[in-house]
Nanobody, 126 residues
Framework: QVHLEESGGGLVQPGGSLSLSCTASRSIFTFDTMAWYRQGSGNQRKLVAMIGTDGSTSYAEAVKGRFTITRDDARNTVYLQMHGLKPEDTDVYYC????????????????????WGQGTQVTVSS
């Protein structure tokens, strides 16, 4: 029922910057958190950055001080500003929207607690 559309991925030189965006098909204010993940090498995606409805944020240790997650509720959009990019940042990045609680009626109507974007490739290479 909710679509997340990502954009902004591409190729950048080490030390460069890139900005990702994720636009939802409905108000992101209806979700408890919006987040960016990257695929990593394992089966589970790894959290990169998360932002709550109150603007509180959390970051993976590997990106602290270099990445910044922000939100624009009026545009139903979440951003990830990436600076000082390193080759190890190369990955597929996914937007995530999550709600902790759903009513039984919402569940019966097919609503889900978690939605994912299609992913956007970020490549850091010289």
């Amino acid at each position: 029922q909710v679509h997340l559309e990502e954009s902004g991925g591409g190729l950048v030189q080490p030390g460069g910057s890139l900005s990702l965006s994720c636009t939802a098909s409905r108000s992101i204010f209806t979700f408890d958190t919006m987040a960016w993940y990257r695929q990593g090498s394992g089966n589970q995606r790894k959290l990169v950055a998360m932002i709550g409805t109150d603007g509180s944020t959390s970051y993976a240790e590997a990106v602290k001080g270099r990445f910044t997650i922000t939100r624009d509720d009026a545009r139903n959009t979440v951003y990830l500003q990436m600076h000082g990019l390193k080759p190890e940042d190369t990955d597929v990045y996914y937007c995530n929207a999550d709600r902790q609680h759903l009513t039984l009626m919402e569940q019966n109507q097919g609503e889900r607690s978690t939605y994912w974007g299609q992913g956007t490739q970020v490549t850091v290479s010289s």
